[in-house]
């Protein structure tokens, strides 16, 4: 029996302005976007290569910007952090973490990372994999 996370709700205060940064910022492809009426509007967008998407709309009673460090895995962190600071998301360095403590730079095997949140204060984690089995 499979348990596939498919959709994960994500809380915003303008769907326009959450749609623009994810979209053509962040490189989200827009699934749907649909007005059910003059009130309701859901909009679906999925990561590059994920088998996962948000859900923009209505239906979430959690405040805008409460979801905290939702992950993204990449091959290459430098190349994804660039590529995201070109299209003009506020991301920070890359950091590793050692003893307890976040470090600049690049650490060991799954040890890479940077950050960035959405104009709600959503945050985000991108992950470095590694290339090698």
Same mark, same amino acid.
């Given at each position: 029996? !499979?348990?596939?996370? +498919?959709?994960?709700?994500?809380?915003?205060? !303008? &769907?326009?302005?959450?749609?623009?940064?994810?979209? !053509?910022?962040?490189?989200?492809?827009?699934?749907?976007?649909?007005?059910?009426? !003059?009130?309701? %509007? &859901?909009?679906?967008?999925?990561?590059?290569?994920?088998?996962?998407? =948000?859900?923009?709309?209505?239906?979430?009673?959690? +405040?805008?910007?409460? =979801?905290?460090?939702?992950?993204?895995?990449?091959?290459?962190?430098? #190349? #994804?952090?660039? &590529?995201?600071?070109? %299209?003009?998301?506020? =991301?920070?360095? =890359?950091?590793? &973490?050692?003893?307890?403590?976040?470090? +600049?730079?690049?650490?060991? %095997?799954?040890?890479?990372?940077?950050?960035?949140?959405?104009?709600?204060?959503?945050?985000?984690?991108?992950? +470095?994999?590694?290339?090698?089995?």
């Amino acid at each position: 029996m !499979d348990f596939k996370l +498919e959709v994960v709700p994500m809380p915003v205060a !303008d &769907l326009d302005r959450a749609k623009h940064f994810y979209a !053509d910022q962040v490189g989200f492809a827009v699934d749907l976007d649909h007005r059910v009426d !003059d009130k309701t %509007r &859901l909009i679906q967008l999925t990561p590059p290569g994920s088998g996962c998407s =948000i859900f923009l709309g209505s239906g979430t009673d959690a +405040e805008p910007g409460s =979801i905290k460090r939702l992950q993204l895995v990449v091959d290459d962190v430098e #190349a #994804a952090r660039e &590529l995201l600071a070109g %299209r003009g998301v506020d =991301i920070s360095t =890359i950091q590793h &973490l050692e003893d307890g403590v976040w470090l +600049e730079g690049k650490g060991g %095997r799954w040890n890479s990372f940077a950050f960035f949140k959405d104009p709600d204060g959503n945050t985000w984690t991108l992950q +470095e994999r590694p290339t090698e089995g």
